[in-house]
């Protein structure tokens, strides 16, 4: 998946979370949740070992999501940050359907990280991002999410048909 989904998923279940328990730093820790995945594993996974050359590493497996859970709760003790954080990094696994990669989401109990050789990754992956059409959607989806919420308009009408237009995008779009 790419970043605009993660971050229109972790949006808005963190506006959703937010409504309910009325804390200020549950929508930023749903939307860091929901790309941290990533902000981890792909620097790990093509820059600082770059012989594995997979972007799905430790962040992408559950011991990663423990242990991240376990270091946010050493920093704070706040939690509704926590749950809201692991909401959104669960979000991110599910839309990143890491089930289909049972090594890497069960690592390391199914043995190493599979070894992936892709050059130019970033190119490819700028790429892709600006060509994707979703994408665009997603980001107006994202703007349109926090208009709502700075309106005090939003509700769990409007997300619920948020959520089922972007299911419907990703069944059509493929992504």
């Known amino acids: 998946m790419l970043i605009a ?3 229109f998923f972790g949006t808005g279940a963190g506006l959703l979370l937010q409504e ?3 804390s200020g730093y549950i929508l930023p820790a749903c939307i860091l949740g929901s790309v941290l995945p990533d902000l981890i594993d792909k620097p790990l996974g093509y820059i600082v070992f770059p012989s594995i050359g997979d972007g799905r590493l430790i ?7 423990v242990l991240i859970l376990l270091i946010t709760g050493a920093l704070w003790k706040d939690r509704l940050i926590i749950a809201a954080l692991g909401i959104g990094i669960l979000t991110h696994q599910i839309l990143d359907e890491m089930w289909k990669i049972p ?4 690592y390391p109990i199914l043995g190493p990280f599979p070894v992936y050789q892709m050059e130019d990754y ?3 992956g700028l790429i892709r991002e600006l ?3 979703s994408e665009y959607l997603f980001a107006l989806g994202i703007l349109l999410l926090l208009m709502n919420r700075s309106t005090g308009t939003f509700s769990r009408g409007r997300a619920g048909i ?3 237009a972007s299911a419907l995008l990703l069944l059509l779009t493929g992504r």
């Open 5 to 7: 989904c993660h971050l």
């Open 20 to 22: 309910r328990f009325r």
């Open 122 to 124: 970033f190119g490819w």
């Open 162 to 164: 948020a959520s089922g």
């Open 131 to 133: 060509t994707t059409p």
């Open 103 to 106: 090594v890497n989401w069960f």
């Open 59 to 65: 962040a992408h497996s559950l011991i990663g999501f």
